[in-house]
């Protein structure tokens, strides 16, 4: 049995610190996000209560699995299950094999890449990528942010996102202005 004070300690060492992860990974495998805090509060409470009887030596392991098995059991309780959610959990990495030091440099390799792709896009439509895919934001608050039309933020992310992907995967990551767009905006005085 674990003391109190161990148990708070490891709790603020340990687990914590992987909130902002353990959010976007409850953001990702679960679609009702007025549940995302609830969740969160449900898994630290199964954490520390599996954790009184003995600390895990691998905790970030032990939080995402306690995550997993959550979700699975949530989704399993309520009346409608989407299959599509089951699958996707099912698909869920196990134990630490999500933080294996060859898929940590792969995945710093794509995330240098998605940064190089972003600074590549016009000043307008990288603000707007960053505003809805980085922060989060609605679209109607990136134009209210913004101070621009909801349209725009649309098309604007549209293009950011697609010349974005063409980038990671090897492409130029220049936008690619549609005919209709390209004519558009020759009308505009």
Same mark, same amino acid.
């Given at each position: 049995?674990?003391?109190?004070?161990?148990?708070?300690?490891?709790?603020?060492?340990?687990?914590?610190?992987? /909130? $902002? @992860?353990?959010? $976007?990974?409850?953001?990702?495998?679960?679609?009702?996000? @007025?549940?995302?805090?609830?969740?969160?509060?449900?898994? #630290?409470? &199964?954490?520390? *209560?599996?954790?009184?009887?003995?600390?895990?030596?691998?905790?970030?392991? #032990? !939080?995402?699995?306690? +995550?997993?098995?959550?979700?699975?059991?949530? @989704?399993?309780?309520?009346?409608?299950?989407?299959?599509?959610?089951? @699958?996707?959990?099912?698909?869920?990495?196990?134990?630490? =094999?999500?933080?294996?030091?060859?898929? =940590?440099?792969?995945?710093?390799?794509?995330? *240098?890449?998605?940064?190089?792709?972003?600074?590549?896009?016009?000043? &307008?439509? &990288?603000?707007?990528?960053?505003?809805? *895919?980085?922060?989060?934001?609605?679209?109607? /608050?990136?134009?209210? %942010?913004?101070?621009?039309?909801?349209?725009?933020?649309? *098309? =604007?992310?549209?293009?950011?996102?697609? +010349?974005? !992907?063409?980038? !990671?995967?090897?492409?130029?990551?220049?936008?690619?202005?549609?005919?209709?767009?390209? !004519?558009? %905006?020759?009308?505009?005085?």
């Amino acid at each position: 049995m674990v003391d109190d004070e161990a148990l708070r300690r490891w709790f603020c060492r340990e687990v914590l610190p992987l /909130e $902002a @992860a353990l959010m $976007a990974f409850l953001r990702r495998n679960w679609r009702e996000t @007025a549940d995302l805090q609830d969740l969160r509060q449900d898994i #630290y409470e &199964r954490v520390l *209560k599996g954790a009184r009887e003995q600390l895990p030596q691998h905790s970030a392991a #032990y !939080v995402y699995t306690v +995550a997993r098995n959550h979700l699975i059991n949530c @989704a399993r309780r309520s009346r409608i299950v989407s299959f599509e959610l089951l @699958a996707d959990l099912d698909d869920v990495q196990q134990g630490g =094999q999500a933080f294996h030091p060859e898929r =940590q440099l792969v995945a710093r390799d794509e995330l *240098k890449r998605a940064i190089a792709g972003l600074d590549r896009l016009p000043p &307008r439509c &990288r603000e707007i990528v960053r505003l809805r *895919k980085v922060e989060g934001l609605s679209t109607r /608050e990136t134009a209210a %942010r913004l101070d621009i039309g909801v349209d725009a933020v649309e *098309k =604007q992310i549209t293009l950011g996102m697609r +010349a974005l !992907v063409d980038f !990671v995967l090897g492409g130029t990551g220049k936008i690619q202005w549609s005919r209709s767009a390209s !004519v558009s %905006r020759r009308r505009r005085p």
